[in-house]
């Protein structure tokens, strides 16, 4: 089962600015209603799988409201891009059980990326 949402630059993050913070808000919103429609057809067994073009944390990795809220509904797995450039993003990591992957074609070397 996949859920998503554009998402946005988080908190803590180099280009983060307040003017960011309305758009991080309602990307959140975003997820949360994508969340409570997918638990609507969620049955026991499946894999939930969240996608988001920007990454959901900081380089730090720290908790954000996307964190929070894929903890909260239970997601699997969490696959972002956007990356480009030098800034650096662990390919694969964990965090609080959840394992999330980074697919930016540059940064994959414009290779297929194992999720499941």
């Not at 990307?27 to 996608?51: H, P, Y």
């Not at 988001?52 to 908790?63: A, L, M, S, T």
């Not at 909260?72 to 394992?99: M, Q, R, T, W």
Request: hydrophobic share 35%; proline share 3%.
């Amino acid at each position: 089962m996949i859920a998503g949402s554009r998402g946005w630059t988080c908190p803590g993050s180099a280009d983060y600015t307040e003017r960011d913070r309305t758009l991080y808000l309602r990307e959140a919103e975003r997820f949360r209603l994508a969340f409570q429609e997918a638990e609507k057809v969620r049955r026991e067994g499946d894999t939930l799988i969240a996608l988001i073009h920007y990454p959901p944390f900081n380089v730090k990795k720290e908790d954000t409201l996307f964190t929070a809220l894929f903890e909260k509904n239970g997601v699997d797995k969490v696959v972002f891009g956007h990356l480009h450039g030098s800034g650096y993003f662990p390919l694969k990591c964990e965090k609080a059980g959840i394992e999330y992957f980074l697919t930016s074609c540059d940064k994959v070397k414009f290779s297929l990326t194992q999720i499941c």
